[in-house]
Every structure is written in structure tokens, then in C-alpha cells.
T-cell receptor
Framework: AQTVTQSQPEMSVQEAETVTLSCTYD???????LFWYKQPPSRQMILVIRQEAYKQQNATENRFSVNFQKAAKSFSLKISDSQLGDAAMYFC???????????FGKGTSLLVTP | KAGVTQTPRYLIKTRGQQVTLSCSPI?????VSWYQQTPGQGLQFLFE???????NKGNFPGRFSGRQFSNSRSEMNVSTLELGDSALYLC?????????????FGPGTRLTVL
């Protein structure tokens, strides 16, 4: 079974600064997808960014970017110019190409301070 | 387009009772997945339905069941409730044609078992 590990239960960043959230995963598959989801206090899960394993280019969505290292099975999320609204729980998730179920990490709670 | 809707949003039950939760996917989405979120276990996959058929199932006891209707709406049922079933139950739907099969989540149903 694929496992996803987020080793940072909590992180803190000052407004306008940059923060990187770590994620590693374990799989024997070659074709898969990786996601970062954000869950604010409202509990609504929001997709932040996604990456296909066969694409070497790192995904970018505005202030959010990833560092995807396939050989190392690492998928970190970088948030630039952090904003107060970025404060939330962030989940890294893995999906096999052959099924829809997402395997989630335990999450990282991000605090943004003024 | 309206997002994924889940009803009810909050539910309080007692041990031994049964409960049915409902999920309406985004219009046009035929795949619906269910997840259980608890502080201790995090986000765990329950099952996934596509065109009224269960495609995948997580590692949960038989007390947890689900179904999908011809209009893609899905229900999940938990029988003989236990205290440990207290959780946030999230439903997610996926578009029919997408290389990522990214999942769009509903706001969740908060179940409390007393």
C-alpha cells in the first residue's frame, strides 16, 4: 500500500515570507498523481496544486509551487508571499493512475503571523 | 456550477443507531468517493462509486456501506454506530474526463456518536 508522510505537524511563517511544507511517499508504481489540498477551519478541502508523476516539470499555481523529486519520492509545497488567508491544514495526497482513491498524509498545520 | 453538496451538515446519534449520509456530486460527475476524517487516524478512504457500481473499497468493517443512484447521487450508511465512528465524513466527486481525475470535495457531514 502506498503511504504518504508529512513530517511537520506544524509550521509557522510570517506574512509575505516563503514557507516550504514537506511530503514524502512510498510506492512501487511508476504512474501516479500527487496533490496538495488545503483545509481551512471551515473544513472545506480545496485543491491547491497537482502533479503528474511522468512530468518532470514542477507544477506552479500563482504563489504555490512544488518541488517534485521522483527518485527521492519527495513532493514539497512552497508558498511564496504568504498571506493570512493561507493559514490552514495542508494535506499531501497520492493517487494511483489505476484507481481514484486518494491516500492522504497526516497533514501540516500552517500558521501565518502578521 | 454548484459544488458538491452533503446533507446533513451535522448529526448527533447514539451508540447502536444507524445513520445515512447523502452526497450530491457536481453536475456531470459520475464518480463519488467517501472519506472519514478523525483527529487520530486522519483522512481514510471508505469507498468509491462510479455509474452505480462500487469500484474500490477501503479497509472499513461491513457496518459501513454505500450506494449510488442513477443520477450519481450517493449515500453512505453506518449501522450499529460506535463511539469511534464520530468523525467528519467527506464526499468527493470527479469529472468524467480528466487526466488527473482530481477530486472536488463537499463541506462534509460532522457525525457525533454519544
Amino acid at each position: 500500500a502506498q503511504t504518504v508522510t508529512q513530517s511537520q505537524p506544524e509550521m509557522s511563517v510570517q506574512e509575505a515570507e516563503t514557507v516550504t511544507l514537506s511530503c514524502t511517499y512510498d510506492t512501487s508504481e511508476s504512474d501516479y498523481y500527487l496533490f496538495w489540498y488545503k483545509q481551512p477551519p471551515s473544513r472545506q478541502m480545496i485543491l491547491v496544486i497537482r502533479q503528474e508523476a511522468y512530468k518532470q516539470q514542477n507544477a506552479t499555481e500563482n504563489r504555490f509551487s512544488v518541488n517534485f523529486q521522483k527518485a527521492a519520492k519527495s513532493f514539497s509545497l512552497k508558498i511564496s508571499d504568504s498571506q493570512l488567508g493561507d493559514a490552514a491544514m495542508y494535506f499531501c495526497a497520492y493517487r494511483s493512475a489505476s484507481r481514484d482513491a486518494l491516500n492522504f498524509g497526516k497533514g501540516t498545520s500552517l500558521l501565518v503571523t502578521p | 456550477k454548484a459544488g458538491v453538496t452533503q446533507t446533513p451538515r451535522y448529526l448527533i446519534k447514539t451508540r447502536g443507531q444507524q445513520v445515512t449520509l447523502s452526497c450530491s456530486p457536481i453536475s456531470g460527475h459520475r464518480s463519488v468517493s467517501w472519506y472519514q476524517q478523525t483527529p487520530g487516524q486522519g483522512l481514510q478512504f471508505l469507498f468509491e462509486y462510479f455509474s452505480e457500481t462500487q469500484r474500490n473499497k477501503g479497509n472499513f468493517p461491513g457496518r459501513f456501506s454505500g450506494r449510488q443512484f442513477s443520477n450519481s447521487r450517493s449515500e453512505m450508511n453506518v449501522s450499529t454506530l460506535e463511539l469511534g465512528d464520530s468523525a467528519l465524513y467527506l464526499c468527493a466527486s470527479s469529472p468524467p474526463i480528466s487526466s488527473y481525475n482530481e477530486q472536488f470535495f463537499g463541506p462534509g457531514t460532522r457525525l457525533t456518536v454519544l
